[in-house]
């Protein structure tokens, strides 16, 4: 089966600019998180989605955002790009509880902001 | 404050030797998951682990849960070229339906031929 497929693959950006990533699950998984991956912090958590509806929300200030339509596939969005904003962000899915039994990930999209 | 630390940070060895990878933590995890990563790649989930002293194995790599579901190691036999790669190590701390994953530091193992 398809696995979770994310979009674009690579990005470059302007500081100040917003940007819009997008993310396709695994077909039948409802729960959709998004993480931030850099070489300083590692894996940070975003948000996760389930059903349309913002379950859990991690520590990031408010230009980050994201949604989920009723097809499970989700955006997330980062506004006002500042420079420490480029990062690998990985979004990943799972049936219905990821956090207990496992994700499924995505390839990641390449953010940088120059 | 990093909520889960593992150790080594790097390690590097030769192709046949073991290995261990360590995840610690001060708090208590009800499941704890283990994901390898390659260069360019998203992780790849490795094993879940729920119970305290469970321990699972998956051919060469052996997983372990601490008693106390604190802390957690991955035990390589034989390594090869093949498990080269970033380990890193994920627990969720139960909020009531409110779980996170949250991932701990990584151990980026190469394996030398």
């Known amino acids: 089966k398809a696995g979770v497929t994310q979009t674009p693959r690579y990005l470059i950006k302007t500081r100040g600019q917003q940007v819009t990533l997008s993310c396709s699950p695994i077909s039948g998984h409802r729960s959709v998180s998004w993480y931030q991956q850099t070489p300083g912090q590692g894996l940070q958590f975003l948000f996760e989605y389930f059903s349309e509806t913002q379950r859990n929300k991690g520590n990031f200030p408010g230009r980050f955002s994201g949604r989920q339509f009723s097809n499970s596939r989700s955006e997330m969005n980062v506004s006002t790009l500042e420079l420490g904003d480029s990062a690998l962000y990985l979004c990943?899915?799972?049936?219905?509880?990821?956090?207990?039994?496992?994700?499924?990930f995505g390839s990641g999209t390449r953010l940088t902001v120059v | 404050t990093q909520l889960l630390e593992q150790s080594p940070q790097f390690l590097s060895i030769q192709e046949g030797e073991n290995l261990t990878v360590y995840c610690n933590s001060s708090?208590?995890?009800?499941?704890l998951q283990w994901y390898r990563q390659e260069p360019g790649e998203g992780p790849v989930l490795l094993v879940t682990v729920v119970t305290g002293g469970e321990v699972k194995k998956l051919k060469r790599l052996t997983f372990q849960f601490g008693d106390a579901r604190k802390d957690s190691s991955l035990h390589i036999t034989a390594a090869q070229t093949g498990d080269t790669g970033l380990y890193l190590c994920a627990g969720t701390i139960s909020n009531f339906g409110n779980e996170k994953l949250t991932f701990g530091t990584g151990t980026r193992l190469t394996i030398i031929p």
């Open positions: 708090s208590v995890f009800s499941s």
């Open positions: 990943a899915s799972s049936r219905w509880d990821g956090a207990n039994y496992g994700y499924t």
